[in-house]
């Protein structure tokens, strides 16, 4: 138990440069007392203890601002950072170094009954304001960039942003904890694509403008515009592949 209780405060001293003591952790760490009410209601719930569970589960709420059902199964080294608004399901999984940002969701999208929520898996980042919906697979050190909703399975190491989110991004490889805890350099597919219809946009004025001077467009060399090249590669309807 002691261990483990080691474990969580390293781990929050690991993903969060503003911690400065373990008292400070102790006292003042809203995801590390949501993670300590819920083992031990999780622990009751495994034991098919009635009523307990949920009530620790609403106390945790009430105190914290995360919510977390007591089904919800939650590997090692799990911490929220700032946590107001956190909500974890009954059927989740979670693996093993999870890192959770504050309003993020892992929910289900019915009514139905049985497994519904994600399974997330060893080292995954879940952006501020991300929703993970549904009874979907989220692999092995993913990002899931801030305001995301998922909807569909995310392949390992890969980082998805927007809504509906998109794969952008494809790692190769595990990534290190400053590349974990990076998020300012995230891609948006909207603004390239953006970006690529106002350069398409001048390409065709410019086409048109040789026209009206009697020139063959096809003579006509196009000037990128500030932002760049005018491919675009970019399909705004599309969305990543099931995983």
Do not use: W
Request: with cysteine; aromatic share 4%.
């Amino acid at each position: 138990m002691f261990k483990a209780l080691r474990e969580e405060i390293k781990t929050i001293f690991e993903k969060d440069p503003a911690a400065k003591s373990v008292l400070e952790v102790v006292f003042c760490y809203p995801g590390f007392h949501a993670i300590l009410m819920h083992r031990f209601a999780h622990l009751l719930y495994e034991r098919r203890v009635p009523l307990i569970p949920r009530i620790i589960s609403q106390f945790n709420r009430f105190l914290t601002g995360i919510e977390i059902h007591p089904g919800a199964q939650i590997g090692r080294r799990f911490f929220i950072d700032h946590g107001m608004g956190v909500v974890i399901g009954e059927t989740a999984e979670i693996g093993d170094d999870v890192l959770l940002y504050q309003n993020s969701t892992l929910g289900g999208t019915g009514k139905e009954k049985g497994k519904r929520h994600p399974t997330i898996g060893d080292r995954v980042v879940v952006g501020a304001g991300a929703k993970v919906l549904g009874a979907i697979t989220v692999g092995d050190d993913v990002k899931v960039g801030a305001g995301s909703v998922v909807v569909r399975s995310v392949p390992a190491n890969t980082t998805v942003v927007g809504i509906p989110g998109r794969v952008v991004m494809s790692h190769g490889k595990h990534l290190s904890a400053e590349e974990v805890l990076e998020h300012g350099h995230l891609p948006d597919p909207e603004a390239q694509a953006i970006k690529c219809l106002g350069d398409k946009i001048r390409e065709l004025e410019q086409k048109i403008e040789a026209l009206s001077k009697g020139e063959q467009p096809s003579e006509l060399r196009v000037v990128p515009g500030e932002q760049g090249e005018t491919s675009c590669g970019i399909d705004l309807g599309a969305t990543q592949k099931e995983g």
